[in-house]
């Protein structure tokens, strides 16, 4: 298929618009603690319950995606999550805040699951690792706008139209993806239902899928901080103001690890190309971001903002190798029709991450800042790919 990957650029453009909504409320985060009243810890706790509505939405938004197909789940979720991001711009209290963001997490459910199903769709099996790394690379583009574009209309126009641009894009998303969607010749087609190896009751009885959503669990943890937390950490470390932190620093890791998953998916497929199975060269990507990601225990040493920009940029580059690789191992295991639902299980581990962890790492922030988490958060991959890999061991013996 000659256009597939300007349909793929186009769809995932779903993406950009998926962590524009959430990365505009990491990056305004000091100033609606103003604005509202509330602390880092009750910041924790919002990106918690958004998180646990997240996750535990996730399985359904799957199942629904494998389902109904592509563009029918995906356009439901972007019309359901935009509206939701559009009223966080409406609200007056904390509480009304914390209501929105979560409505707007259960339509984002979606989105991780879709852009898997999309991959499936479009991209040969060695090629697999591109689709999540476009999906990261939205994501980049989505946070690197939020702490630049968006903190200016913040600042210029108010808070409240920082909400409501990015849901209207969102809006006007759907229309430009049907036509385009209609337009188009699918390779393999967008079946409702396609035959699988296994159903999704044997599938929760695999202990390979635990494996990997355990794995995500704690490998996610460093992309987890990054994404939610750089404004705070360059404001609560180093004294600076928003948009000082926003303009001059927090933006740049996002760039890095934009060119972190399009390494990761080229490395993988490097190694794909001389002779490895797609699956074990992923896993081996993996295994070798584990240990970059060891880099985040470094960034409580940085003595200036520039050099602690230097050190979350290596430790988001390897966390965005990760996972453009982990992400696809489910689509290689387990084929379009379960894609979605195997998929949305290390969605719901990653949500059910944040909601853990987040009220502890506000928390630790209020009182001690961000060393301990840094410390901690550094390791966790290593235990993410041995979760893995038991689950993977186990499946094999009983195979």
Known sequence: MKNRWLVLSLFYLSSVLNYLDRSVMAALSPLLRQELG???TQYGWLQGIFSAFYAFSAPIAGLLVDRYGLTVATVSAVGFWSVAGMA?????????LVGTHTLMGIGESAGIPSTAKASHRYLRPEERA???????????????AAPTAFTWIAVTFGWRWAFLVPGALGLLWIPLWLWTDKNSYVPQGDPA???SPLAPRAMLRDPFLWGLAVGNFFSMATFSLWTVWTT???VRTFDLKLTSAN???AWVPQVIAGFGALSGAWFSKRLASRGLAPFEARRRTCFFAAFF??????VPFATTPLMAMVLISVSFFAASVWGVNYYTLPVDVYGQGRTGFAVSFLTASFGVFVLVVSPLIGAIAQRQGFAVVCYAFAFFPLIGFGAMEVGRR????LA
Do not use: K
């Not at 966080?88 to 509480?95: A, E, H, I, Q």
């Open 232 to 234: 705070e950490y360059f």
């Open 38 to 40: 509330f602390d880092l």
């Open 193 to 195: 239902h396609v035959d």
């Open 247 to 249: 303009y001059n620093y």
């Open 88 to 96: 966080r711009g409406l609200v007056s209290s904390f509480l009304g």
């Open 293 to 298: 990601m060891l880099t985040t225990g470094l």
């Open 394 to 397: 186990w499946r094999a013996r």
């Open 130 to 144: 591109y689709g999540p790394a476009m999906s990261q690379v939205g994501l980049c583009i989505g946070a690197i």
